[in-house]
C-alpha cells in the first residue's frame, strides 16, 4: 500500500515571502500521480498542482511549483509570493496511475499567511 | 466546466436515522466517482470507489452495511449512512472522475453529518 508523509503540521510565513511545504511517499509503482489539494476553511479541496510521475520536469502553476525527486521519492510544493489568501491546510496526495483508484493523502499543513 | 455538485451541504439527525448524501456531476459524465470521509483537523480518507452500473468497492475497514452506495447514472452517485450513531459524525466528501483512462479528479463541497 502506498503512504504518504507530511511531517509539517504547521508552517508560518510572511505575506510576499517564498514557503516551501514538504511531502514524500512510498510506493512500489513506476506509474502515478502526484497533487497537491489546497482546503481553506470552507473546506472546498482545491486543485493547486499536479504532477504525472513518468515526468522529469518539475510541474509549475503561476506562484505554484514542485520540487520533484522521483528517486527520493519526494515532492515539495514551492509558494512564491505567499498570499493572504494562501492560507489554508495543503494536502500532498497520490495516485496510482491507473487512475481508477482513490487519492490517498497525507495528513496535512497548516500553512498561516502572517501579514 | 467539471462541476460536481454534493448535497445536502450540512444535516443534523437524531441517532438510529439514515442520512443519504448525493453526489453529482452536473458537466461531465463520470464513470468512476469516490468517497471520502474526514474528521475534524485530519485528513481524507478513501471509503469506497463507486463505478457507475455495478457494485462499489470498499477500503478495508469500512461497513458496506452501514454505508451504502449507488451509482445508478452516469452523473449520480448516493451514499447512504444507515442507521447513523454519533459516531458516524464527520465531513464526507466526494469527487468524480470524467471518463476513463487518466483524468484527474474534481471534488464536491463536502457534507457536514452532525448525528444527535
Known amino acids: 500500500a502506498q503512504t504518504v508523509t507530511q511531517s509539517q503540521p504547521e508552517m508560518s510565513v510572511q505575506e510576499a515571502e517564498t514557503v516551501t511545504l514538504s511531502c514524500t511517499y512510498d510506493t512500489s509503482e513506476s506509474d502515478y500521480y502526484l497533487f497537491w489539494y489546497k482546503q481553506p476553511p470552507s473546506r472546498q479541496m482545491i486543485l493547486v498542482i499536479r504532477q504525472e510521475a513518468y515526468k522529469q520536469q518539475n510541474a509549475t502553476e503561476n506562484r505554484f511549483s514542485v520540487n520533484f525527486q522521483k528517486a527520493a521519492k519526494s515532492f515539495s510544493l514551492k509558494i512564491s509570493d505567499s498570499q493572504l489568501g494562501d492560507a489554508a491546510m495543503y494536502f500532498c496526495?497520490?495516485?496510482?496511475?491507473?487512475?481508477?483508484?482513490?487519492?490517498?493523502f497525507g495528513k496535512g499543513t497548516h500553512l498561516i499567511i502572517q501579514p | 466546466g467539471a462541476v460536481v455538485s454534493q448535497h445536502p451541504s450540512r444535516v443534523i439527525c437524531k441517532s438510529g436515522t439514515s442520512v443519504k448524501i448525493e453526489c453529482r456531476s452536473l458537466?461531465?459524465?463520470?464513470?468512476?466517482m469516490f468517497w471520502y470521509r474526514q474528521f475534524p483537523k485530519k485528513s481524507l480518507m478513501l471509503m469506497a470507489t463507486?463505478?457507475?452500473?455495478?457494485?462499489?468497492?470498499?477500503e478495508q475497514g469500512v461497513e458496506k452495511d452501514k454505508f451504502l452506495i449507488n451509482h445508478a447514472s452516469l452523473t449520480l452517485s448516493t451514499l447512504t449512512v444507515t442507521s447513523a450513531h454519533p459516531e458516524d459524525s464527520s465531513f464526507y466528501i466526494c469527487?468524480?472522475?470524467?471518463?476513463?483512462?487518466?483524468?484527474?479528479?474534481?471534488f464536491g463541497d463536502g457534507t457536514r453529518l452532525s448525528i444527535l
Open positions: 496526495a497520490y495516485q496510482s496511475g491507473g487512475g481508477a483508484d482513490g487519492l490517498t
Open positions: 458537466d461531465f459524465q463520470a464513470t468512476t
Open positions: 463507486s463505478n457507475e452500473g455495478s457494485k462499489a468497492t470498499y
Open positions: 469527487s468524480a472522475r470524467r471518463g476513463r483512462g487518466r483524468q484527474p479528479q474534481h
